[in-house]
């Protein structure tokens, strides 16, 4: 099936440090979100952009919405511990009935 | 309150047996969805039901996948006959109907393993 791209795929963080991931595709979304998912759990909602341009914040979460309408990107600022896990990106396709398309993820680890 | 729940968290089937796995959503949220996880993959859309009715379906890989809400609220993903590649985590998503909708709250998902 059709699934974003998402960068990186893997990234190590030291607390405090500032990550950034993204999320691109071919076609034009009408809404994205983000996810993060925690090992044996399901995907909790962080974020949700409904315009092209829109810049929304959840604490130290900020996501963007791009003005193409073809990408999204996530920043964590200050990263502590609890950041560890998988970040999905996902979007919903104009036309569609609701149901959304995710990126493969990134996975975030401490720095050994 | 109550998230979305799912049961049973863990199942394991020999090849050929039926499988049902359990969706109980968010009280009061219209919208329900299936989607199905491979190991290191991202979520995929299986099927989708506002109230009862089943509207997209485009999702589920064969005709041993059938997805039901009789009344609307608990929703049961039932797989016949089933393979090792439908080895996976079976998420279930709801959401109110409302311009928010693609605002999905998922549950723990389902891990089958089928052996």
């Known amino acids: 099936g059709q699934q974003l791209n998402q960068s990186p795929q893997s990234m190590f963080i030291q607390e405090g440090e500032d990550v950034s991931m993204n999320c691109t595709s071919s076609?034009?979304?009408?809404?994205w979100l983000w996810y993060k998912q925690d090992p044996g759990e399901g995907p909790v909602l962080l974020i949700a952009?409904?315009?092209?341009?829109e810049l929304t914040s959840n604490g130290r979460l900020t996501a963007q919405f791009g003005i193409t309408r073809k990408d999204s990107f996530l920043n964590i600022s200050a990263s502590i511990p609890s950041d560890v896990g998988i970040y999905f990106c996902a979007g919903q396709l104009g036309g569609s009935q609701g149901n959304l398309i995710f990126g493969k993820g990134t996975k975030l680890s401490v720095k050994p | 309150g109550a998230g979305v729940s799912q049961s049973p968290r863990y199942k394991v089937a020999k090849r050929g047996q039926d499988v049902a796995l359990r969706c109980d959503p968010i009280?009061?949220?219209?919208?329900l969805f299936w989607y199905q996880q491979a190991l290191g993959q991202g979520p995929e859309f299986l099927t989708y039901f506002q109230n009862e009715a089943q509207l997209d379906k485009s999702g589920l890989p064969s005709d041993r996948f059938f997805a039901e809400r009789p009344e609307g609220s608990v929703s049961t993903l039932k797989i016949q006959r089933t393979q090792q590649e439908d080895s996976a985590v079976y998420l279930c998503?709801?959401?109110?109907?409302?311009?928010?909708?693609?605002?999905?709250?998922f549950g723990p998902g389902t891990r089958l393993t089928v052996t």
């Open positions: 009280s009061g949220h219209v919208s």
């Open positions: 952009l409904y315009k092209a341009g």
């Open positions: 076609s034009i979304f009408n809404t």
């Open positions: 998503a709801s959401s109110l109907a409302s311009r928010h909708t693609y605002e999905q709250y």
